[in-house]
């Protein structure tokens, strides 16, 4: 499949020195898992950090998604042929409590992990190659992509619902596997493509 460049372009990632986001390294405390969990002093993680751990970022018009632009760049250059809409919270997800706790399980996937929020809020967590947790507050209008093999977990926030976009490449495959899966293929080749990189930045 070919691309214009004008859809090339609006695929790109946000770059770091022109946008924010936020995200931080959490602390060792077991409170509640929705709650910020920053450490005392805050330690933000930028952008930059998580671009070399493989993490990319858009901040999108959520309001729009159904005629964006930028958003049909990004599934067209990117293969995302499949699109289904989950709503999280204690009274649209069933089995809500065990899928919260599924979610919270520290995994991996063999593929990418593709979530665009069109409401709410939640947390993605995602471990550092010295293996700390950096916590991202994806809000309304974050697509985040998680690169295959990265150890990873989510939960809401204190608002308690999100209404995200999954993503995928062909038919939908969300199969985790907890940690751990040091010797796990997609693990081997996350390491090899961004142990380098993240470990020299």
């Not at 450490?39 to 998604?65: F, I, R, T």
Request: aromatic residues 10%; proline residues 4%; contains cysteine.
């Amino acid at each position: 499949m070919s691309f214009t460049e004008d859809e090339q372009r609006l695929a790109q990632p946000d770059d770091h020195a022109s946008v924010h986001i936020a995200a931080w390294y959490m602390d060792d405390s077991i409170e509640d898992q929705r709650l910020s969990h920053q450490q005392n002093p805050e330690k933000p993680a930028s952008l930059q950090v998580l671009q070399n751990l493989g993490v990319l970022y858009w901040k999108l018009d959520a309001d729009q998604y159904e005629t964006d632009p930028r958003l049909a760049a990004i599934r067209k250059v990117r293969g995302y042929s499949h699109v289904e809409i989950i709503n999280i919270s204690k009274d649209t997800l069933p089995d809500y409590e065990n899928k919260i706790k599924t979610f919270y399980e520290e995994h991996i996937h063999s593929d990418e992990e593709i979530r665009y929020i069109l409401d709410g809020s939640g947390y993605f967590d995602v471990r550092d190659l010295d293996d700390q947790w950096i916590r991202i507050h994806c809000k309304k209008g974050d697509l985040i992509i998680l690169p295959e093999g990265i150890y990873h977990r989510f939960t809401l926030d204190e608002t308690n619902h999100t209404k995200a976009m999954r993503l995928f490449v062909g038919e939908p495959v969300w199969t985790p596997f907890n940690r751990p899966q040091d010797e796990h293929t997609s693990r081997r080749k996350y390491l090899e493509k961004f142990g380098r990189v993240a470990s020299t930045a």
